[in-house]
């Protein structure tokens, strides 16, 4: 009788432990998927920064055209997504250019 005890004790905690196994190797399974996402993520977010300094340059750059040459369809075209323009000119103290843009927040 103490025998088929032991027996059937270690197949239940045999059992267990398979199960345990194969949830934790699921588990892992899960996280990798997760931190490749999370890596994805990170790199589109910190590729933003350099993307950002582009767009305020060739906004800076527009604007600085749009005043030079006088061209009304690229000031409406700036204004019409929230950059206000600016015509004045280098006020001391200050880098704003003249045909200087800022952008709405």
């Given at each position: 009788?103490?025998?088929?005890?032991?027996?059937?004790?270690s197949v239940i905690f045999s059992a267990i432990a398979l199960i345990l196994v194969i949830v934790n190797i699921s588990l892992a399974n899960s996280n990798a998927t997760l931190q490749r996402d999370v890596a994805t993520r990170q790199s589109t977010i910190n590729g933003g920064a350099s993307l950002s300094q582009l767009n305020q340059s060739l906004i800076q750059a527009l604007a600085t055209a749009a005043f030079k040459n006088s061209n009304l369809e690229i000031r409406d075209l700036l204004t019409s997504q929230g950059i206000t323009l600016r015509n004045d000119v280098n006020v001391p103290g200050?880098?704003?250019?003249?045909g200087s843009a800022v952008k709405k927040k």
């Open positions: 009788m103490d025998e088929k005890l032991s027996y059937w004790g200050t880098d704003a250019a003249p």
